[in-house]
């Protein structure tokens, strides 16, 4: 077996300077984003959302980005999960998308909310019928007995509503409204490109980098 201290990797693809890079960091992860994009990077919208409870304990799990625009970073879960009761308490966290094929890494910090009841009706009625169904059948994050649960719940809600189940009540959208970015490229000898963007007094957005 590999011994876990010789894994090494040299990151050597690109490179990530102030001159090259968009003062306004929504246009910076549009274009890393767009890049990942066509690149065909496995799940380049898949991010970790890391959490935080009540006993100040972190938590985080792999969600996926269904929208950006400039009110921020949108996904949809369910209301009633582990995340979605810590969000409840704490509604700062923080993001993270990691394109290991491009060498790069988006981190992403701030405020979350829920969206309005109107654009998660609209994402959900989108989704395949076995999602939707899903939705339903999943008390995500409770202890079940066994996958049969789940299964059963699956049949009960698919005969219960056919082909057009409604959206939950519990089931819906959160956006993250960014207040800090930061923006890292892999580079040669471990001095990587990181760029940070923080809001100011003023709401204007404050590009500096960072040591690696």
């Known amino acids: 077996m590999t011994q876990l201290t ?10 990530l300077s102030e001159e ?3 003062a306004d960091p929504g246009e910076q992860f549009s274009k890393w984003l767009a890049e990942a ?6 799940e380049p919208n898949a991010m970790t959302l890391a959490t935080v409870d ?9 969600v996926l980005i269904k929208g950006f625009d400039a009110q ?6 369910n209301y009633e999960s582990r995340k979605g009761r810590e969000l409840a308490a704490n509604p700062w966290a923080a993001l993270q998308f990691h394109w290991v094929e491009l060498e790069r890494v988006v981190r992403i910090e701030g405020r979350v909310d829920k969206i309005g009841e109107a654009e998660s009706d609209a994402y959900f009625a989108s989704r395949p019928l076995d999602s939707r169904i899903g939705a339903w059948a999943s008390p995500q994050s409770q202890v079940i007995s066994s996958r049969a649960v789940l299964v059963a719940n699956a049949a009960r809600y698919g005969a219960k509503f056919l082909l057009q189940p409604p959206r939950p ?11 800090c970015w930061e923006f890292w490229q892999g580079r040669k000898s471990r ?8 809001l100011g007094s003023d709401q204007q957005w404050i590009r500096e980098r960072l040591a690696p």
């Not at 990797?9 to 490179?15: G, I, L, M, T, V």
């Not at 009540?54 to 792999?62: A, D, E, I």
């Not at 921020?72 to 879960?77: E, K, Y």
């Not at 001095?191 to 923080?198: F, V």
């Open 6 to 15: 010789d894994l090494r990797k040299s990151y050597e693809r690109a490179e």
């Open 37 to 42: 994009i066509a690149a065909q990077v496995p």
């Open 54 to 62: 009540k006993r100040m304990r972190p938590s985080t799990r792999v």
């Open 169 to 179: 009540p519990h089931w819906g959208g959160y956006c993250l409204q960014a207040d």
């Open 191 to 198: 001095l990587h490109d990181r760029l940070r963007y923080r």
């Open 20 to 22: 090259a890079s968009h």
């Open 72 to 77: 921020g970073i949108t996904w949809f879960s």
